[in-house]
């Protein structure tokens, strides 16, 4: 069972790696994360609102970028840290992309991201009256204008060379972890570099800077590093194939511009309105990859522990299922080993018995003769007469068990059942009593079969008599005529059994009903649960052999308590399938998606009856009893209940199917039992609940489900 679960955990795995498998083919390069999926309709859309949004918003604020505000003294300190840990955020992510993919693209836009997040420490440590009035590291007056111009310069760089870079042949990189680490290498020196050029260097640069107002030179720098950003967006936008990163970057670099726009192009130096508002476009430009990273992850992680969910579930099912096979198999080798014990049983029986009867024909035979001679000698006359009538009941012992070891001769013909059935009544009702109704249920269109009917009389007599047994006290006797198909999966259940069509005799009393452990021996010879003396035990024995010699089938069904069922299938006259195999077989009628609830106490027939709902296209669900029915129906809208009518606990199915129906005025109720339809523990059935008698087959439930949904 274990290696099955695991193969199947394997094809799950395979499949849900498929469903990752690259779109374009490629599959040494999945298609799993943001730097290589398409952007679809929605993002794409949604990307181009923020960015007219955005433009908006700057074209109103540039007439005003020069109006000057307050200074705030911890704006700086907090606005870099949030960039900080942004771009620091946005760097781990990008980095873990190429891990994953091994494109050198998306190890450069890593790289620009780690640039912009560590360029922030020098340029945070130089900036005027923060840490120092003119800032640390040895900072001058022009150190911090200039880690801001190399800041907003080389970040455009790293995006136009990632929009180059992306799906050309150098992109792939043959091993991830060491061009990464040649990567971090490179950006810390060039962030090293840029720190020292613009602190110690900084007597060889132009003056950006006068006093908090941006010199003439600005002017032209800033214009420089403004056409880089725009060179980067136009990259972007004229990119063939673009991922859902690049629709999020064209939105970064257009922020970007923004930024650039109103802190260093329109506005007049620091603290006036375009300084503050270009560093809130610096914000949402460092925030926007990074949000849609983290909410991409947060569902990627969602859908893996759904996937896994459903893994474990079907994991589950597929070990119950497993488990009900084994039991399957387990209940179909005991039936095996039961059908080869009792074949066992009447090979010894009837050898037995026919030995048996040769010596009782001796015996038999030499005491007629000692009557005829000695019939003058009342004594001779009355001890062999007392001798006689002992070997004649031993004659009669042998005759059982050679029914049972199915030796006994037969003398088949053609029988109309029901005929045969109102006949024996009449006999019944002498032999059974005042104080025992026996009621009849006879099948106009009852198949006819080919039976010995002296036997099968004296198989219905005998289940009467047991029945009888059962009722000391009176009760009654209920003998049903049906047509019955049994099919492949109740012939695999059964090993004596071919699957096809039979007449069925149902005869049911209401006695006390046989103990789950006698009921596995019933049909043994000379086993017996009346008291001493009051049976040979050879009676089921002789209906069990005559059946099969009959190639028939019986199964019985009892509660204590309750009564008993048996039911006998003999095969459908020959003639008369051949004279009726033009009218061909009624298909089953499927379901139409609706809600069948299933009550069943027993585990395996409940297994069966959902799966056979499941096929007959039902939504099924299920419930162990009464209790737990009632919460299903508060919880989940039902079309029809299917309960059976004998469960364990205080509730009863007819007593359910009462309750459910006072609430739920639409529920359709279909009952199931191993009982006909009397009343079922003391209970009158629901009106208008129609009853399917266990066992039955898939195309009687189809038919009773399909007559109960449509009534």
Request: glycine letters at 8%.
């Amino acid at each position: 069972m274990a290696l099955r679960s695991e193969g199947y955990r394997d094809d799950l795995v395979a499949a849900r790696s498929a469903a990752l498998s690259p779109i374009g083919g490629d599959s040494e390069r999945p298609h799993a994360v943001l730097a290589s999926m398409r952007a679809g309709p929605r993002e794409r859309r949604l990307a181009l609102v923020l960015a007219l949004l955005s433009t908006l918003a700057f074209a109103v604020m540039v007439p005003y970028a020069r109006l000057p505000l307050p200074k705030v003294s911890a704006f700086i300190p907090a606005y870099e840290s949030a960039l900080f840990i942004n771009d620091a955020i946005t760097a781990v992510l990008l980095l873990g992309q190429f891990l994953h993919l091994r494109s050198r693209a998306v190890l450069l836009l890593a790289a620009g991201y780690l640039f912009d997040a560590l360029i922030i420490i020098p340029h945070l440590l130089s900036y005027p009256d923060v840490f120092a009035v003119t800032g640390l590291l040895g900072a001058g007056p022009q150190t911090t204008v200039w880690l801001y111009v190399a800041w907003h310069g080389l970040f455009p760089a790293f995006v136009a060379a990632y929009a180059l870079l992306t799906g050309s042949r150098w992109d792939l990189a043959s091993t991830g972890r060491r061009d990464a680490a040649i990567a971090l290498g490179a950006v810390a020196l060039l962030v090293a570099l840029v720190t020292l050029v613009t602190t110690h260097g900084q007597l060889w640069l132009p003056s950006l800077m006068e006093g908090s107002h941006y010199s003439s030179a600005m002017k032209f720098v800033i214009g420089v590093v403004w056409v880089s950003s725009l060179v980067a967006l136009v990259a972007l936008l004229v990119k063939r194939s673009r991922s859902v990163i690049d629709t999020w970057l064209t939105l970064v670099m257009c922020a970007w511009l923004f930024d650039v726009g109103l802190s260093a192009v329109f506005n007049a130096g620091r603290y006036d309105l375009g300084f503050y508002a270009g560093r809130a476009y610096g914000l949402l430009a460092a925030s926007f990859v990074l949000v849609v990273v983290l909410l991409e992850t947060s569902g990627l992680y969602s859908r893996l522990a759904e996937s896994n969910e459903q893994l474990a579930n079907e994991t589950k099912r597929l070990e119950a299922d497993v488990r009900s096979r084994a039991r399957a198999q387990e209940q179909v080798e005991a039936q095996l080993r039961q059908a080869q014990k009792m074949e066992a049983i009447g090979n010894l029986t009837g050898g037995m018995a026919h030995d048996f009867n040769n010596l009782l024909a001796v015996i038999i035979g030499n005491l007629d003769a000692l009557v005829e001679r000695r019939k003058d000698d009342t004594e001779i006359r009355e001890l062999a007469g007392d001798s006689l009538e002992a070997a004649i009941h031993g004659a009669d012992l042998t005759q059982r068990l050679l029914a049972f070891a199915r030796r006994q001769p037969l003398t088949p013909q053609r029988i109309e059942l029901n005929e045969l059935v109102a006949g024996i009544t009449k006999l019944l009702s002498r032999v059974l009593g005042e104080n025992i109704a026996i009621t009849l249920d006879l099948d106009p269109k009852l198949w006819p079969v080919v039976a010995d009917p002296a036997q099968l009389e004296a198989a219905l007599t005998n289940l009467a008599t047991n029945a009888r047994d059962a009722m000391p006290n009176g009760g009654g006797l209920r003998i049903v005529t049906r047509n019955q198909r049994l099919d492949a999966d109740y012939a695999a259940e059964h090993a004596e059994i071919s699957a096809g069509d039979y007449a069925m005799i149902e005869v049911s009393d209401t006695g006390s009903g046989i103990a789950p452990d006698a009921l596995e021996r019933i049909f043994e010879p000379f086993f017996t649960t009346k008291d001493q003396g009051k049976g040979t035990g050879l009676g089921l024995s002789m209906v069990y052999g005559f059946m099969k010699q009959s190639k028939g089938h019986i199964n019985v069904y009892s509660e204590l308590g309750i009564g008993t069922t048996f039911r006998l299938y003999l095969p459908r006259a020959e003639e008369d399938r051949k004279a009726a195999a033009t009218l061909g077989a009624t298909p089953q009628r499927k379901g139409h998606g609706e809600t069948v609830l299933v009550v069943e106490d027993n585990a395996s027939l409940r297994r069966v009856a959902v799966r056979q709902l499941r096929e007959l296209g039902y939504r099924a669900l299920e419930a162990d009893n009464a209790e737990s029915a009632v919460a299903v129906l508060e919880r989940e809208p039902v079309d029809l209940l299917f309960t059976d009518v004998i469960m364990t606990g205080v509730t009863t199915g007819i007593e359910l199917a009462r309750m459910a129906r006072e609430r739920w005025r639409g529920l359709r109720v279909l009952l199931t039992s191993g009982f006909p339809e009397v009343k079922a523990n003391g209970a009158a059935q629901p009106v208008e609940a129609r009853l399917l008698n266990k066992p039955y087959r898939r195309e009687d439930l189809a038919k009773a489900l399909r007559e109960t949904l449509d009534a």
